[in-house]
């Protein structure tokens, strides 16, 4: 099982970036998606999940309305647009594949992680 996460960079305050991780070896074809993301020093926090289907994407409250997750089951690749970036928004973001088939923001929840990818935003 790979995952492989790209689209990080550094971009100022209000500008965009849309994150990537495509999913190979995954054992099933019916598991939920997720984005977490790491700042340094803090804990990891959830950011979006999305069901196996594409439907109930959820968010996390700091990025409600300005990140929306998508995923592609043809080609096995989940996407992350982030909009209005804000510099808290700074962290590594990991994308996830769950155990089962619906969204969740528990960690717990997820079997494979991607390696990160760095997203910087200067104000």
């Known amino acids: 099982v790979q995952l492989q996460a790209s689209g990080g960079g550094s971009v100022q305050a209000g500008g965009s970036l849309r994150l990537s991780c495509v999913a190979s070896?995954?054992?099933?074809?019916?598991?939920?998606v997720g984005w977490f993301r790491q700042a340094p020093g803090k804990e990891r926090e959830f950011v979006a999940s999305?069901?196996?289907?594409?439907?109930?994407?959820s968010y996390g409250e700091s990025v409600k309305d300005r990140f929306t997750i998508s995923r592609d089951r043809i080609t096995n690749t989940l996407y992350l647009q982030l909009n209005s970036l804000k510099p808290e928004d700074t962290a590594v973001y990991y994308c996830?594949?769950?155990?089962?088939?619906?969204?969740?923001?528990?960690?717990?929840?997820?079997?494979?992680w991607g390696q990160g990818t760095q997203v910087t935003v200067s104000s």
């Open positions: 996830a594949v769950a155990r089962g088939s619906w969204a969740s923001s528990n960690a717990r929840e997820y079997t494979y």
């Open positions: 999305i069901n196996w289907n594409g439907g109930n994407p």
């Open positions: 070896g995954i054992p099933s074809d019916s598991y939920a």
